[in-house]
């Protein structure tokens, strides 16, 4: 059973690590790097497989603990040194998986009650899990590798017969190790006795006896029905055939202005109606060849609509129409090369993704605009008014709100 959890908790946790790592890149990164534009929404659909599994490993976790707890209490606590790299490992990965998850799930509340800065700290400890669990699987990889090199015979019933060498106890090497056993006393020993009852209720075909705390049926039932229900209860907020079942998810499809969720609003991030009034401009930039655009002069160019999503890093996504000019023209009006990558600057006064980047594989495609309109109205201020940028395959925070300055690098 603690095989069986932990593979899916594993699995769980590498497709995070993976999803999390793109997300990560994408915001950060290096000089080298370039990323699919297409499908559009390959960026929603990666960090929601990212929360949704994220959210997963919640009972998967629990699950896990629940199976091996008896052994975290083993005794002697340390026997030699791969014992102790062992559970050494065991001891980072529990507790930096407690605060990777618990931290990841407040950060799509957009809730940070603790004193660090979650981007960098969920960056961090994604290392030290994945680093804890290789070792912890290279410490059980002698057990493993006995386990698919074992020898397997069968009966002319065509039963699996167990040789000696087999991991799985019998009933009589159980019941021989239990009579040779020197027997402990206190409450400790009742519990080792509860699971040796359950070893030898798993062996046994019968229905359970004496009384183990949870039936293995039980234990599997419990454990599929919490990580189907915490999926189904939140996926809504990125899968958007879930919608109807979005319980607990923070953000509901097709809410706020043009039927689209706001993340930061424009009082948040103190942009005023002076700053977007008739005197903005937009300005596009490369080295001494500068323009300027007013709301007029971008709606009196080529418009383009196009469908692409929001997708949050925080786990919600929707996907939008939206109408604008095309930021390749833009860029062409001021002689920029397809090579070059381009800075963006917001009005908004501060916050930590004022100024970003984009590399060129975003700049020239198709899809991406310099957005005006959303679902068919005047783009909202909470939205970006008067223009934001919306490009496809790129986290939420990347979608640059109250535009004011394009620039080449
Ligand atoms: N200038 C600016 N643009 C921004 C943000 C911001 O804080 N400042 N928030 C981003 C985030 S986190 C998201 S998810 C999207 C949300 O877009 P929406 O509010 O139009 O749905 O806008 C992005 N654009
Ligand atoms: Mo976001």
């Given at each position: 059973?603690?095989?069986?959890?932990?593979?899916?908790?594993?699995?769980?946790?590498?497709?995070?690590?993976?999803?999390g790592l793109y997300s990560h890149f994408l915001q950060d990164?290096?000089?080298?790097?370039?990323?699919?534009?297409?499908?559009?929404?390959?960026?929603?659909?990666?960090?929601?497989?990212?929360?949704?599994?994220?959210?997963?490993?919640?009972?998967?976790?629990?699950?896990?603990?629940?199976?091996?707890?008896?052994?975290?209490?083993?005794?002697?606590?340390?026997?030699?040194?791969?014992?102790?790299?062992?559970?050494?490992?065991?001891?980072?990965?529990?507790?930096?998986?407690?605060?990777?998850?618990?931290?990841?799930?407040?950060?799509?509340?957009?809730?940070?009650?603790?004193?660090?800065?979650?981007r960098?700290?969920h960056f961090?400890?994604s290392?030290?899990?994945?680093?804890?669990?290789?070792?912890?699987?290279?410490?059980?990889?002698?057990?493993?590798?006995?386990?698919?090199?074992?020898?397997?015979?069968?009966?002319?019933?065509?039963?699996?017969?167990?040789?000696?060498?087999?991991?799985?106890?019998?009933?009589?090497?159980?019941?021989?190790?239990?009579?040779?056993?020197?027997?402990?006393?206190?409450?400790?020993?009742?519990?080792?006795?509860?699971?040796?009852?359950?070893?030898?209720?798993?062996?046994?075909?019968?229905?359970?006896?004496?009384?183990?705390?949870?039936?293995?049926?039980?234990?599997?039932?419990?454990?599929?029905?919490?990580?189907?229900?915490?999926?189904?209860?939140?996926?809504?907020?990125?899968?958007?055939?879930?919608?109807?079942?979005?319980?607990?998810?923070?953000?509901?499809?097709?809410?706020?202005?043009?039927?689209?969720?706001?993340?930061?609003?424009?009082?948040?991030?103190?942009?005023?109606?002076?700053?977007?009034?008739?005197?903005?401009?937009?300005?596009?930039?490369?080295?001494?060849?500068?323009?300027?655009?007013?709301?007029?002069?971008?709606?009196?160019?080529?418009?383009?609509?196009?469908?692409?999503?929001?997708?949050?890093?925080?786990?919600?996504?929707?996907?939008?129409?939206?109408?604008?000019?095309?930021?390749?023209?833009?860029?062409?009006?001021?002689?920029?090369?397809?090579?070059?990558?381009?800075?963006?600057?917001?009005?908004?006064?501060?916050?930590?993704?004022?100024?970003?980047?984009?590399?060129?594989?975003?700049?020239?495609?198709?899809?991406?605009?310099?957005?005006?309109?959303?679902?068919?109205?005047?783009?909202?201020?909470?939205?970006?008014?008067?223009?934001?940028?919306?490009?496809?395959?790129?986290?939420?925070?990347?979608?640059?709100?109250?535009?004011?300055?394009?620039?080449?690098?």
């Open positions: 059973m603690a095989v069986a959890v932990g593979r899916l908790l594993g699995s769980a946790f590498l497709i995070c690590f993976l999803t990164p290096l000089p080298w790097m370039h990323f699919p534009t297409s499908p559009s929404n390959l960026y929603q659909l990666s960090q929601g497989i990212h929360i949704t599994a994220g959210i997963a490993c919640f009972p998967l976790l629990l699950g896990k603990l629940y199976v091996i707890y008896p052994e975290l209490f083993s005794y002697p606590p340390i026997k030699n040194f791969a014992g102790f790299l062992g559970r050494a490992s065991i001891a980072l990965f529990v507790s930096s998986s407690i605060v990777q998850i618990v931290t990841g799930l407040f950060d799509t509340f957009q809730w940070y009650p603790f004193p660090f800065n979650f960098q700290v961090a400890l290392f030290v899990i994945i680093g804890s669990l290789a070792i912890h699987i290279a410490v059980k990889l002698p057990l493993i590798s006995r386990y698919w090199t074992r020898k397997k015979s069968y009966d002319a019933a065509g039963n699996l017969v167990l040789d000696e060498e087999d991991l799985a106890p019998t009933k009589e090497t159980v019941a021989a190790n239990l009579a040779t056993a020197s027997q402990p006393t206190g409450p400790l020993a009742r519990r080792a006795d509860g699971i040796t009852g359950r070893v030898m209720d798993w062996i046994d075909t019968a229905p359970p006896r004496g009384d183990p705390a949870v039936s293995r049926r039980g234990f599997i039932a419990t454990l599929s029905v919490a990580t189907a229900a915490v999926v189904a209860l939140t996926a809504g907020q990125s899968f958007r055939f879930l919608d109807g079942l979005n319980v607990f998810g923070p953000r509901k499809n097709g809410t706020g202005p043009s039927g689209l969720p706001i993340n930061r609003t424009a009082k948040d991030a103190k942009v005023t109606d002076a700053d977007t009034g008739s005197d903005w401009q937009l300005t596009v930039a490369r080295g001494s060849s500068v323009k300027t655009y007013s709301r007029a002069d971008l709606l009196a160019m080529k418009q383009y609509e196009v469908q692409l999503p929001i997708a949050c890093v925080e786990g919600w996504s929707q996907l939008a129409t939206w109408k604008g000019v095309r930021l390749r023209d833009l860029m062409e009006s001021v002689g920029a090369h397809p090579d070059e990558d381009l800075r963006l600057t917001s009005l908004e006064k501060s916050g930590g993704y004022r100024v970003t980047e984009m590399g060129n594989e975003f700049v020239q495609n198709d899809l991406t605009l310099v957005a005006l309109e959303l679902n068919g109205q005047k783009l909202a201020m909470d939205h970006g008014y008067p223009a934001r940028m919306i490009a496809p395959s790129r986290p939420g925070v990347l979608q640059t709100k109250w535009l004011s300055k394009l620039e080449v690098i």
